[in-house]
């Protein structure tokens, strides 16, 4: 790898262009300092890793494998431990284990991990009390207290992005890989979910044919490396383009360019524009990318979207990743899978069913209902299998641990729990158990 800080090299073309959600930062030199140290710094990932999950999800598109991507909605500085990090890991790959038995199909697991920091806001100031400031944007960017000083961007917290990142990754790569991961101890978690959480034992039957599975294997002598460490990527928005831009490299195996600040990013729903810097930024490097659809999204801009940063159709190079709402999907979905499939490209679609489930409880905290979280997949699957096409995963909002954050669910979480721990920065999320039972639930979609 080569570094590449000179802003005049093509993945600075987006400079040219409109680029929604960035912060003001009122000191220009000190973010120009920063962004020139991060361009020196180490690749957080490699090219090579990039190609390899690019080829993973081109499996994704062409029906023979399926994505689980999912972490928080926004990583914050102070969650930076391993006792975070391991909760979030642990029940991803307790979901994946449950997805892969059920769809017999490889599932590709993608954090939404080690570099998660930066939010785009619906308003870009914040009112309480007569007194307005900028909006929180992440913990890259400035600080949810309410004050000045908090709230006012500052680009050193780019660099701590960055550091924040490495340490997870670092510690991602290593639970991954040294022995954590084993499958027989996922299942063994799986199990402990059945047999002692109200909810889980709905899915005995299904905990029980894994089991048998696995002994069977056993029995025949049969020990293969994939049950002992697992391929994790990660994954986050790229939102803010002066950290990102600074992390994009010439790999010298190809020539291309790559962002190695994460092996797959993508572009939101609010920074999709066709002709934004966002979309520029996305089509200049050799990443697996991923675009948000909202229930606005047209046929026509899906199919602008190909060209743009699918020009060879190239499956795995382009995921969709439509988040319209439980009451939408059946009805926004079916055009845009038409229309996509009618023009020959291969995209890889995955459902979000967070973002366009999201409302505020009369208690003012902003909240998902667990039941439309399920309809929407549901929507997603129904509308797949009328089509013939692949519903080819999922991306969630999820944690570890055991927050009250989402309504519903197996152990139910009603309206008026929610304060007992409310820990999101941003957007709620799924908690452990919450998170399990959508992976039965989605596993016995898959089967019916
Ligand atoms: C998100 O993924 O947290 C997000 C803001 O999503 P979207 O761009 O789909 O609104
Ligand atoms: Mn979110």
Redesign the pocket.
Known sequence: MTVNADISTPSATWRDLPAAQQPEYPDQEALRAVTADLASYPPLVFAGECDQLRARLGAVARGEAFLLQGGD?AEAFDQVSADQIRAKLKTLLQMSAVLTYAAAVPVVKVGRIAGQYS??RSKPTERRDGVELPSYRGDSVNSPEFTVEARTPDPERLRRMYHSSAATLNLVRGFTTGGYADLRQVHAWNQDFVRNSASGQRYDALAREIDSALSFMKACGADPAEFHSVEFYASH?ALLLDYESALTRVDSRTGKLYDVSGHMVWI???TRQLDGAHIEFAAQVRNPVGV?L?PTTSAEEALTLIDRLDPEREPGRLTFIT?MGADRIRDRLPELVEKVTASGAQIAWVC?PM?GNTFEAASGYKTRRFDDVLDEVKGFFEVHKALGTHPGGIHV?LTGDDVTECVGGGDEIFVDDLHQRYETA??PRLNRSQSLDLAFLVAEMYRA
């Open positions: 909605c939010k785009p928005e939101g729903e609010r948000k909202g988040r979000d973002h909002e941003c957007d």
